[in-house]
């Protein structure tokens, strides 16, 4: 499955190997890990499937290679 607009993305920072999960969308269920599509977070994501290596930007503006362990509808 490829991240995209309403689903789950699992991803490990390969520096620190901490795991973050994103939810990209709009849905106000899910706000606390949730990313617009359209933001710089949620452009890194989309497009992405399990075991890329992505330069992803976080929602706290820092930026960093992860790896996408897992994506899930939702």
């Known amino acids: 499955m490829i991240a995209k607009n309403g689903t789950r993305v699992l991803v490990r920072d390969l520096n620190t190997r901490q795991e973050r999960l994103f939810v990209i969308g709009k849905d106000s269920l899910f706000?606390?890990?949730q990313v617009d599509p359209d933001s710089p977070t949620g452009k890194s994501l989309c497009g992405h499937k399990i075991d890329e290596v992505i330069?992803?930007?976080?929602?706290?503006?820092e930026e960093g290679s992860y790896e996408v362990l897992d994506v899930l509808k939702i």
């Open 31 to 33: 706000q606390n890990d």
């Open 55 to 61: 330069n992803l930007i976080t929602p706290e503006g």
